[in-house]
């Protein structure tokens, strides 16, 4: 039995996911765009639903969005994850509807709201098969429409 | 019914049902349940297993989670030594209603006459002691789990499963719609109440709105009386072609209309409205293959695999307005089995068992034959609505008598 503390869940890396996992190195959130509508895709796939161009490449996005919604999680589903903790979907500033299930960190769980501001901060964990970056958010300023 | 006398579902009617032994952890072989069920169905519609010529479940073999399939297809036929012109198992479907749509598919198209459908779960022995719980994923080799496909996107967040999936869609519609807690509450409530009246549903005692509130928050806004409880269970039903069904033991459960439509991206984070179900897309269908609307309905089986579902698919049913739903149920009077709409009238999966999906449709069927007993609406309903499934998957069935 390992330590629960050390535990930790690693996405798998592959060809297709690597801009997204690793862009973390450089502190950057990566997603994979058209290079001719300017659609981001995620999660990645060959052809553009737009345009069905494959002129496709990753590319760095803002790191800065909203929260969408948010759970506070009281269940320790599994070790190495404490609770409360919260997961939380964050809608990108670049387009309408690009969300990430993620982490807001660096807050009390009490001062998460939806529609607050968030900016990505990156998770590092490291692994024999090569280092990997969770992006995690936090809040920009604390504002937000208030949760009821 | 006027319209749609030529879709495929008003060529069917549902003959027989039948349910094994329900139980938390019965401990019992799956397949011994699965036959149980699908036994019990083909006696109740006075049909031998030679007459039986298609069979359909969901969601066919699955060795993971452990306990959600309880049969195969071929399992069953193989075991009832049946003769099938048509048969077919999937998860990927219009939820687990989707099996029951597929069978109509084929008794519309004319290649079965009588298809026997089941779902059968052990998830309650297969978790143990350890209950829910037992099943995350930890625990992998180095103290380090892999996580990839859509798992990749969610896992390495702690997004460890459905409640919080669920979660995520309840608080978006809370914080837009100002549905309370105590609103939320009442789907529990309202199912225990009529769970005291099924004698095979799992937890009959009462339950208070303070017990409500006394039970442990899982991931805000479900607390555990908004999960459903996984259980030991089959069920089966029989769907036949409509001329054949007037002959048979039992009166027929006419199919009226069903919806299987999913116009969003099978996405639990990237769907294009977190405050509304997909199921809303199948209801739409529904309601455009009848001249019936939700104003007919006399009693709804809806799922509740979480609480928050119900509430989504009350207003994706149209059986309330867009963000209603927490006013629909506040009380819990217009929901309670004397009201004016009866829902989940034995327990639903909160109190009856996590019987997933047909359950609902058990229920929908013994209440349109007057077969209730205590829990029995009154005046005998003449139109059921089903809906099953959440998340990225959903479907739903409205059903009739032949009176």
């Keep these: ?148 | 019914m006027a319209a749609g006398d030529n879709l495929a579902e008003r060529r069917c009617a549902i003959t027989g049902i039948g349910q094994s032994e329900v139980g938390r952890r019965l401990g019992r072989d799956p397949l011994e349940l699965t036959l149980d069920a699908c036994y019990a169905a083909v006696d109740d519609a006075g049909l031998r297993p030679s007459d039986i010529d298609g069979l359909s479940t969901y969601p066919g073999p699955m060795a993971q989670p452990r306990g959600f399939s309880g049969a195969s297809a071929t399992a069953a036929i193989d075991a009832m030594r049946l003769d099938v012109n048509w048969y077919d198992s999937g998860v990927e479907t219009a939820g687990q209603l989707g099996s029951v749509m597929k069978a109509c598919l084929a008794v519309g198209a004319g290649l079965a006459d009588h298809v026997l459908c089941f779902r059968s779960v052990w998830e309650g022995s297969a978790q143990g002691a350890g209950g829910r719980a037992s099943l995350g994923p930890g625990g992998g080799g180095g103290g380090r789990l892999y996580a990839s496909d859509f798992q990749q996107w969610t896992l390495p967040f702690g997004s460890a499963g459905a409640p919080i999936w669920i979660a995520l869609y309840a608080q978006a519609h809370m914080h837009r719609y100002g549905v309370t807690p105590e609103q939320l509450a009442q789907i529990a409530l309202n199912g225990r109440r009529n769970a005291a009246r099924n004698p095979k549903a799992i937890y009959r005692q009462p339950m208070t709105l303070d017990d409500y509130f006394a039970s442990r928050m899982i991931t805000t806004p479900l607390r555990l009386f908004d999960c459903d409880v996984p259980c030991d269970g089959a069920t089966a039903v029989v769907v036949s072609r409509r001329e054949l069904a007037s002959d048979l033991a039992r009166p027929p459960v006419l199919v009226e209309a069903m919806g299987t439509a999913m116009h969003d991206r099978p996405s639990w984070d990237q769907c294009k409205d977190l405050t509304r179900i997909m199921g809303a897309d199948a209801a739409a269908q529904l309601w455009g293959r009848t001249d019936l609307t939700p104003a007919d309905v006399d009693v709804a089986e809806v799922y509740d695999g979480f609480s928050y579902l119900t509430m989504l698919w009350l207003e994706a049913l149209g059986l309330c307005g867009p963000g209603e739903s927490g006013a629909y149920v506040d009380g819990g009077a217009r929901i309670a089995l004397e009201g004016p709409l009866p829902l989940n009238t034995h327990g639903g999966q909160l109190s009856a068992g996590r019987l997933h999906g047909y359950g609902f449709l058990h229920e929908a069927c013994v209440q349109l034959r007057g077969e209730g007993g205590e829990r029995q609406v009154t005046p005998a309903p003449q139109v059921a609505l089903v809906a099953a499934g959440g998340g990225t998957t959903c479907g739903c069935m409205l059903l009739t008598t032949s009176r």
């Design chain 1, 1 to 148: 039995m390992s330590d629960p503390a050390s535990f930790v869940v690693v996405p798998e890396v592959t060809d297709t996911n690597r801009h997204f996992w690793e862009g973390g190195r450089e502190g950057r959130l990566v997603l994979l765009r058209c290079g001719d509508c300017g659609y981001y895709l995620h999660p990645p796939v060959p052809v553009c639903p737009i345009d069905r161009s494959k002129n496709l490449a990753p590319e760095a996005v803002s790191g800065r969005g909203r929260v969408a919604s948010y759970t506070v999680n009281h269940h320790p589903w599994l070790p190495g994850f404490d609770p409360p903790y919260v997961v939380a979907l964050v809608e990108l500033a670049e387009q309408p509807g690009l969300r990430l299930t993620t982490n807001i960190v660096h807050c009390p769980p009490e001062a998460v709201g939806i529609g607050q501001e968030v900016e990505v901060v990156f998770r590092r964990i490291e692994d024999p098969g090569g280092d990997v970056w969770l992006p995690l958010f936090e809040p920009i300023d604390g504002a937000h429409d208030g949760g009821r």
